[in-house]
């Protein structure tokens, strides 16, 4: 049956601006950040073998708070969160690497 121009159609939900996708962005690098700063004044109020479990904790939290905090966001910003969230970590995992690849390949003796 063919539809007539005047029913109403289903109202669409409003796409977040590419602004709006950027600052969720920040805010997810700005989380991790924040969790990273908090870990490392916890190291100098005490020694750093009493540091790893609240670290451990401290990153499942951000964690748990990004899947749980961020399920009313729209896609495009929770998947701006979440990438956000991740690129400190990849690149300080990719600073590590090279670090790691310059010591293999380079002429000192240890």
């Known amino acids: 049956m063919q539809t007539h121009t005047w029913m109403p159609a289903p109202a669409t939900a409003r796409r977040p601006s ?3 996708v950027i600052g969720w962005y920040f805010a997810g690098g700005a989380g991790t950040g924040l969790c990273w700063s908090l870990v490392q004044f916890a190291t100098s109020l005490t020694s750093a073998r009493s540091v790893v479990p609240f670290a451990q ?3 499942l ?3 748990v708070a990004l899947v749980m ?3 009313r966001l729209h896609r495009r910003c929770r998947i701006a969160i979440a ?3 991740i690129t400190p970590l ?3 995992a ?3 690497a090279y670090l790691i690849w310059a010591f293999a390949h380079s002429n000192w003796q240890f």
């Open 18 to 20: 590419w602004l709006e």
């Open 83 to 85: 990438l956000g969230a």
């Open 57 to 59: 904790v401290l990153g």
């Open 90 to 92: 990849l690149l300080v």
């Open 61 to 63: 939290v951000w964690v």
């Open 69 to 71: 905090g961020t399920r």
């Open 94 to 96: 990719a600073l590590i």
